[in-house]
């Protein structure tokens, strides 16, 4: 298993100025900064394996902050961002948390609240990398089913009984019995309800409407 990352602070602003405050109040807090000057430099460096956040301003020479934001999103980076904003662009910075932003603070912010911000925004990051990972193994255990197995579980999925799916299916309610004991441990599921919630967070079941 390769060594866990330290999470990292990514910094986007053309002030230099504010590059070096925030680096310096961040690290004297054990964090890990990259500061940038522009969204491209950023861009250039990051990607979705290393855990943190995004600290931006809203106005960059080369991109806003929320254009910056989506192509992050459509590159599949998902840690959450904080935006630093002047007066005039909290217009701009609001529409940015509606897109998924996390938070925005307004320039001149006080350092604590930029501290608890980031802390926030670690705290976020790590809780939805181990939602992400338990995710995949989920759909692992999924594709670890065989085709009988798959068949029993849509059919348990629709509301079915066993003696329907055995009718169905042309077999015996035992034989739906040991595939359905089957299913279950592959999926690691406690009861029939943390089956189906298993089941239907996976992408082959997401959009599939819960019978009862």
Avoid: W
């Avoid at 938070?103 to 990051?125: G, Q």
Wanted: glycine share 6%; with cysteine.
């Amino acid at each position: 298993m390769p060594a866990a990352r330290h999470p990292q602070i990514y910094l986007v602003d053309d002030d230099p100025d504010v590059r070096l405050a925030v680096t310096l109040l961040l690290k004297t807090e054990d964090l890990r900064v990259s500061a940038f000057a522009d969204a491209q430099g950023l861009l250039d460096t990051l990607d979705d394996k290393t855990p943190g956040c995004a600290v931006l301003d809203v106005r960059l020479p080369d991109m806003d902050g929320i254009s910056l934001q989506r192509e992050l999103r459509q590159r599949g980076i998902r840690m959450p961002v904080i935006f630093i904003t002047g007066h005039g662009d909290i217009p701009m910075a609001v529409r940015a948390v509606n897109e998924g932003a996390l938070d925005f603070l307004e320039k001149p912010f006080r350092d604590d609240s930029l501290i608890e911000s980031v802390r926030h925004a670690l705290s976020t990051d790590e809780d939805q990398r181990a939602g992400a990972a338990e995710m995949a193994q989920v759909e692992e255990r999924l594709a670890t089913l065989t085709p009988r197995e798959r068949q029993v579980l849509e059919a348990l999925l629709d509301g079915k009984p066993n003696k329907l799916i055995a009718r169905d299916l042309d077999v015996s309610v035992r034989t739906v019995e040991i595939h359905r004991g089957n299913l279950m441990q592959k999926m690691g599921a406690k009861s029939a309800s943390h089956l189906a919630r298993l089941a239907l967070a996976c992408s082959a079941f997401r959009d599939q409407p819960v019978s009862g």
